[in-house]
């Protein structure tokens, strides 16, 4: 199937804000799922709410718009009663951190296959540019004027010590890498979480004085690395990128699918 196969086209032009980096996640993840070759009837989308939820409007696959933060339970249920499908759960910082963090943890823990996408812009876009768990101490927004207090997470070390079997980041700036990431995790039998670094240029980079969305791309080229490169020996304030932990770990719905064989024959 071609990408345009993918797009529900009669909701376009989308609603996003000029510059926004959500519509290139979107397109990142159509490459992705194009390169695998998934039929459309295969896939199932759930979003919570936010800017990253509307990712779930565009897209002709079976979609589920659900309520904050607990994207990651409707998945849930989702996947419990049709296993054979494909879940995806695109997700803004907010969304699965803050209110949805609990749900976070424990889909992590679980090992159920399907693939989170938590789409880090460092705020929440939708209300109207409040601080969210990954905006980071010292920054700007609606309810820190004077700077954020709070230490924000590091996604990657949080989903390796919650048990995700396929940890990814990477940034809007680096497409070709985006879609590889994406589409690597799509296909990991297990519990997949791929953190999109993106830009907010309406309410972050305003606040914060970063510039258009050009000049946060480049930002994102300036301050990434590749994982284990030399020039993270030279700077550990560069934040890695690529592929941190991939592993065979027993899935949950086919563990307990063995539960009910098990249960069946009363032993």
Not at 33 to 53: F, H, R
Not at 100 to 126: E, K, L, P, S, V
Not at 213 to 236: C, H, V, W, Y
């Amino acid at each position: 199937m071609a990408i345009k196969d993918y797009i529900r086209e009669r909701f376009f032009p989308h609603i996003w804000c000029p510059g926004c980096g959500h519509g290139m996640v979107l397109n990142g993840l159509l490459r992705a799922i194009e390169k695998i070759g998934l039929d459309k009837n295969e896939i199932v989308m759930v979003s919570g709410i936010g800017c990253s939820a509307r990712i779930s409007g565009y897209v002709d696959f079976h979609t589920l718009h659900s309520i904050h933060g607990r994207a990651l339970s409707f998945a849930t249920g989702i996947k419990m009663s049709r296993p054979e499908l494909k879940l995806i759960v695109p997700m803004g910082d907010g969304d699965a951190l803050a209110i949805g963090g609990n749900h976070f943890i424990h889909a992590a823990r679980r090992n159920m296959d399907m693939t989170a996408i938590i789409i880090n812009n460092r705020i929440y876009g939708m209300t109207g540019g409040q601080h969210s768990p990954l905006s980071g101490y010292g920054t700007m927004s609606a309810t820190s004027p004077y700077s954020n207090i709070d230490n924000d997470f590091d996604v990657v070390e949080l989903s390796v010590a919650a048990g995700a079997s396929f940890v990814g980041r990477t940034t809007t700036y680096h497409t070709k890498q985006m879609t590889d990431i994406l589409g690597q995790a799509i296909i990991h039998k297990g519990f997949s979480v791929v953190e999109i670094m993106s830009q907010c240029p309406t309410y972050f980079g305003r606040k914060n004085r970063l510039g258009s969305a050009i000049d946060m791309l480049e930002g994102f080229r300036k301050n990434t690395t590749p994982i284990g490169s030399k020039a993270k020996q030279k700077d550990p304030d560069l934040i890695e990128r690529g592929i941190f932990v991939r592993k065979k770990m027993p899935e949950y719905c086919d563990e307990y699918d063995k539960i009910i064989k098990r249960a069946m024959k009363g032993n």
